[in-house]
């Protein structure tokens, strides 16, 4: 049998490798329009590895022939890319400084569009629906939330969490000045919860590529967190020129603390808000 590389972890990139790395990435982009070439190298490498050892498999070049030929194989793959970790009231000091400084603008504006890009099973967008009903704002609030990934857009729809990561949940609501109790807004069905409908009703869940796809409306608010870190430079660039096109003057941005915009030609028509949340508001021209 032919010899694995080595382990990722313990080898450099050569040259071939990232060749046959970039033809991979080019044929999935030719072959199914999805677009992975300009995410982060190292982490996409890593990925495609894992997918490798778990097939079986000896290189990258034999990954591109199944990945071509099967589309399940890339549907596997596209699971492996597209990381969808998420938590409710995820880095509840981001939703905090959310609640005490833009949620009293948000006041004074008489409907309220959010978009979550890159909203994964939907955790993020269930939070905020929490968070504008305890401030008054669901009511005159839509709620857009995307991801390219049509799978956890399915799953986001359902509402259902399971029923073991509460605990963790219900201690970030509270670190995030969550207002009830925490399960005054679930009910438990077997090993699962399924949140109340009333916070689903003003959140739209659709598919949407922020590589591939275009604006689709004007936001008073976008939040994209831990998205753009699997981006590279470039990419991070268009992005941020998309989010900057969507955006109503006086409008939010929410970037989390893992990102900024401070590296980018767009800081200079930001104000920042809260510096280690990274949420910014667009400055009118
Ligand atoms: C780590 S999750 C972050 C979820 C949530 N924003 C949070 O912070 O908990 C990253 C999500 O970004 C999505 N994503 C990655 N690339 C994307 C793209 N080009 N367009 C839209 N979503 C993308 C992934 O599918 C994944 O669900």
């Given at each position: 049998?032919?010899?694995?590389?080595?382990?990722?972890?313990?080898?450099?990139?050569?040259k071939?490798?990232?060749?046959?790395?970039?033809?991979?990435?080019?044929?999935?982009?030719?072959?199914?329009?999805?677009?992975?070439?300009?995410?982060?190298?190292?982490?996409?490498?890593?990925?495609?590895?894992h997918?490798?050892?778990?097939?079986?498999?000896?290189?990258?070049?034999?990954?591109?022939?199944r990945?071509?030929?099967?589309?399940?194989?890339m549907?596997?793959?596209?699971?492996?890319?597209?990381?969808?970790?998420?938590?409710?009231?995820?880095?509840?000091?981001?939703?905090?400084?959310?609640?005490?400084?833009?949620?009293?603008?948000?006041?004074?504006?008489?409907?309220?569009?959010?978009?979550?890009?890159?909203?994964?099973?939907?955790?993020?967008?269930?939070?905020?629906?929490?968070?504008?009903?305890?401030?008054?704002?669901?009511?005159?609030a839509?709620?857009?939330?995307?991801?390219?990934?049509e799978?956890?857009?399915?799953?986001?729809?359902?509402?259902?969490?399971?029923?073991?990561?509460?605990?963790?949940?219900?201690?970030?609501?509270?670190?995030?000045?969550?207002?009830?109790?925490?399960?005054?807004?679930y009910?438990?069905?077997?090993?699962?919860?399924?949140f109340h409908?009333?916070?689903?009703?003003?959140?739209?869940?659709?598919?949407h590529?922020?590589?591939?796809?275009?604006?689709?409306?004007?936001?008073?608010?976008?939040?994209?967190?831990?998205?753009?870190?699997y981006?590279?430079?470039?990419?991070?660039?268009?992005?941020?020129?998309?989010?900057?096109?969507?955006?109503?003057?006086?409008?939010?941005?929410?970037?989390?603390?893992?990102?900024?915009?401070?590296?980018?030609?767009?800081?200079?028509?930001?104000?920042?808000i809260?510096?280690?949340?990274?949420?910014?508001?667009?400055?009118?021209?």
């Open positions: 049998m032919e010899q694995l590389y080595q382990p990722v972890e313990t080898n450099e990139c050569s071939l490798e990232k060749l046959e790395i970039e033809l991979l990435l080019e044929g999935i982009y030719r072959h199914y329009g999805l677009d992975f070439r300009n995410y982060n190298f190292s982490s996409v490498r890593r990925r495609i590895w997918r490798i050892q778990l097939e079986k498999l000896t290189s990258v070049t034999s990954l591109l022939d990945v071509l030929r099967e589309p399940q194989m549907d596997k793959l596209f699971s492996d890319l597209s990381i969808n970790v998420t938590e409710m009231f995820r880095d509840p000091d981001f939703f905090k400084a959310f609640r005490m400084r833009v949620a009293p603008v948000l006041k004074e504006v008489p409907i309220i569009r959010i978009w979550h890009a890159g909203c994964s099973t939907g955790e993020e967008a269930y939070s905020m629906a929490i968070l504008l009903h305890e401030e008054g704002l669901l009511k005159k839509k709620i857009y939330a995307t991801d390219m990934n799978r956890v857009i399915m799953k986001a729809k359902l509402g259902r969490f399971p029923l073991n990561k509460m605990q963790g949940y219900t201690s970030n609501y509270v670190a995030s000045g969550g207002k009830q109790a925490f399960s005054e807004y009910k438990v069905v077997s090993e699962e919860v399924e409908p009333f916070l689903r009703e003003n959140i739209i869940f659709a598919q590529n922020l590589v591939t796809d275009s604006s689709f409306n004007e936001f008073h608010v976008i939040i994209c967190r831990n998205v753009m870190i981006f590279d430079r470039d990419l991070q660039d268009r992005v941020h020129h998309l989010m900057f096109e969507s955006l109503a003057p006086s409008g939010f941005l929410g970037l989390g603390n893992r990102e900024s915009i401070s590296y980018t030609k767009f800081n200079q028509f930001y104000q920042e809260d510096s280690n949340e990274k949420i910014y508001q667009k400055m009118k021209l």
